[in-house]
Every structure is written in C-alpha cells, then in structure tokens.
C-alpha cells in the first residue's frame, strides 16, 4: 500500500490557467515536503511544510499543509511552460527514511 | 558549492555483471541516502549511511545488493549478478544533519545514475 496517495496522476492545462495537485494520506506526518523532477534529474525540494494548516507561497506556487498533517495541496497559479514537471511529495518517517507518493504529472502547453 | 555527485549517469551492465554506482554528497554533509526509481512506482527508500555506518537497510533487497560509505571517497551502491529487474534509476540523497525527530534538515539529491540491464 501507497502511504501518500497523489491525485491526479497527470493533467495536462493551457498556459495561464490555475491548477491544483493533491497529496493525500491516512497517517499524520510531523512534516510534509513537495519536490519537482524533471525528466532526466533528480528531484529538486521545493517546500517543507510543518505546522497543521500552514500556508507557504514560492512564487506562483502556493502549499498548504492540511489541519490534521495528512494532506497537502499544491496550487499553481497562471502556470506556465517552465512549470511543466513531475511534483512529488514525501514524508519522514522511521529511522530519517522519506516515503514518496508516485507524482502529479504537469505538463503546461503554451 | 558542487551539489549532489553520481557517476556515472548512465550504466548498461549485462545479466550477470556487477554495478557500482557512486554518490559524492554535498560538501559539510555526512548523511547519504540511495533511493530507487522504477517507472510507474515512484522513489523507494533503499538505504540511509553515515560514515563507516549503515543506520538503516530495510529497504534494501536481501541478496545482491549493498551500500557504504567509507570515511574517505563516495558513498557506492552495489550491485551484484545484475538481472533485468535491476533496471532503474537510482538517486543518492545527502543531508548535513538528521532533523529533530523528522526530516528537519533540507536533503539534496543527486541527478541519479540511470542502470539498464541488457
């Protein structure tokens, strides 16, 4: 079983249009980050987030962790091309070890 | 200030052979993780090092494959009598410290070493 549950897989949106990308889990997490891979790299942290309800902005890119640090969300605004990328999140647990959802696929087309 | 190095980027062994692949973490860091990315499946923790110790293998296969980190020269991941299901794209991640009771401390990753067995 996934312990982060990402929805949806892929979506695909018109440059300048707002997404919003889901990280879901039935645990509690004392923190949560977000990564971007792009084909051919490695994953590249954007955020952590860690207090329940939190609100953290990077750009065009705003996180909010959930109130009871089982979910998360990501939401883009006015996307662009250069947002296009595989968003992953993870969560610490056991010895220092992070689990990764299996992504949200973006892909912006100008 | 070099980030995260694996070399090579990319390795094609054959059925049988061995794979190293090495991870330089970031300079001033001491921790290293490898994760494995196999498509379809997402990042799966293999192995969390410090130097000269192995502080956590549980997602390490039981046979054939190993990892350590040696007080001098990267960290290697190896593997060995490679088969098919081997294939896949392995990330080294660095960080300075562990953080304070969770992933407190930001972690780097490396650009992986992409391992095709033929």
């Known amino acids: 079983t996934q312990l982060l549950e990402q929805s949806p897989q892929f979506l695909s949106i018109q440059e300048g249009e707002n997404l919003t990308v889901y990280c879901n889990s039935s645990?509690?997490?004392?923190?949560l980050q977000w990564y971007r891979q792009e084909p051919g790299e490695g994953p590249v942290l954007l955020v952590t987030?860690?207090?329940?309800?939190e609100v953290k902005k990077l750009k065009r890119l705003t996180f909010q962790f959930g109130d009871a640090r089982k979910d998360s969300s990501l939401h883009i605004t006015a996307a662009q091309p250069g947002d296009t990328g595989l968003y992953l999140c993870?969560?610490?647990?056991?010895?220092?070890?992070?689990?990764f959802g299996k992504g949200n696929q973006v892909v912006v087309i100008p | 200030n070099a980030g995260v190095m694996q070399n090579p980027r990319h390795l094609v062994r054959r059925r049988g052979q061995e794979a190293r692949l090495r991870c330089s973490p970031m300079?001033?860091?001491?921790?290293v993780y490898w994760y494995r990315q196999l498509p379809e499946e997402g990042l799966k923790f293999m192995v969390y090092?410090?130097?000269?110790?192995?502080?956590?293998e549980s997602g390490m296969p039981k046979e054939r494959f190993s990892a350590e980190f040696p007080k001098e020269g990267p960290s290697i991941l190896r593997i060995q009598q490679v088969v098919r299901g081997d294939s896949a794209a392995y990330f080294c991640?660095?960080?300075?410290?562990?953080?304070?009771?969770?992933?407190?401390?930001?972690?780097?990753f490396g650009q992986g070493t992409r391992l095709t067995v033929v």
């Open positions: 991640a660095s960080s300075p410290s562990v953080g304070t009771g969770a992933w407190g401390t930001e972690a780097f």
């Open positions: 645990s509690v997490f004392s923190s």
């Open positions: 987030v860690v207090t329940g309800g």
């Open positions: 993870a969560a610490a647990w056991g010895n220092n070890r992070l689990a």
């Open positions: 300079k001033g860091h001491s921790h």
């Open positions: 090092l410090q130097k000269e110790n192995i502080i956590d």
